[in-house]
């Protein structure tokens, strides 16, 4: 008599193809709902998308463009970053405009989904949104890419003052200590 094993493993075999299938029909529309943010993030026209086992993704458009939401944001061709639940950072390819300048986003966040409030980091600051705002995917109107040397520029500016007033508080400690 012939042993079960063998169709076990392929009637496992063929479900596990049947399942990796499905999962590459997905869309990145679905990915990022499945982490718990809006599928609106990511414009239409993503022509491709790639997702490894840590988290990090590639999205593929069929060419640079600008959506609007609350704020103009830019797309460039390829948008990467990590994908955790909640969460996009490492985030490369999108930029926000707010009062005429362009800032890249760097993380994009969904603290606690019932505040009905994202999050979007610059370097600086984080600017939030309207969660419902993102709710299903926009258009996107060919552009080429922003200017980001002047908000690079504030963004860099604002770090060094920053370290610099941190430091002057940490030398004016230590000043304070030794005296001691």
């Known amino acids: 008599?012939?042993?079960?094993?063998?169709?076990?493993?392929?009637?496992?075999?063929i479900t596990s193809m049947a399942d990796a299938g499905e999962a590459s029909e997905s869309s990145i529309y679905d990915v990022l709902k499945l982490n718990g943010l809006p599928m609106g993030l990511l414009p239409k026209g993503v022509t491709n998308f790639s997702l490894d086992d840590s988290g990090k993704?590639?999205?593929?458009?069929?060419?640079?463009?600008?959506a609007?939401?609350?704020?103009?944001?830019?797309?460039?061709?390829?948008?990467?970053?990590?994908?955790?639940?909640g969460q996009i950072d490492g985030l490369v390819g999108i930029s926000a405009q707010d009062l005429f300048l362009w800032f890249p986003v760097i993380e994009i966040r969904v603290d606690i989904p019932s505040s009905g409030l994202i999050y979007f980091d610059v370097g600086v600051v984080s600017k939030q949104y309207s969660l419902s705002s993102f709710e299903s995917p926009r258009d996107c109107l060919a552009a080429p890419g922003p200017d980001l040397r002047e908000g690079k520029r504030i963004v860099e500016s604002v770090s060094k003052i920053m370290s610099r007033k941190l430091r002057f508080e940490l030398d004016k400690d230590n000043l304070g200590r030794t005296s001691l």
């Not at 008599?1 to 075999?13: R, T, V």
């Not at 993704?57 to 600008?66: I, K, M, P, Q, T």
């Not at 609007?68 to 639940?85: A, I, Q, R």
């Open 57 to 66: 993704f590639e999205v593929r458009l069929d060419r640079a463009c600008n």
């Open 1 to 13: 008599m012939l042993s079960p094993l063998p169709a076990i493993f392929i009637f496992l075999l």
């Open 68 to 85: 609007k939401f609350e704020n103009e944001l830019h797309y460039d061709m390829n948008v990467t970053g990590t994908l955790s639940y």
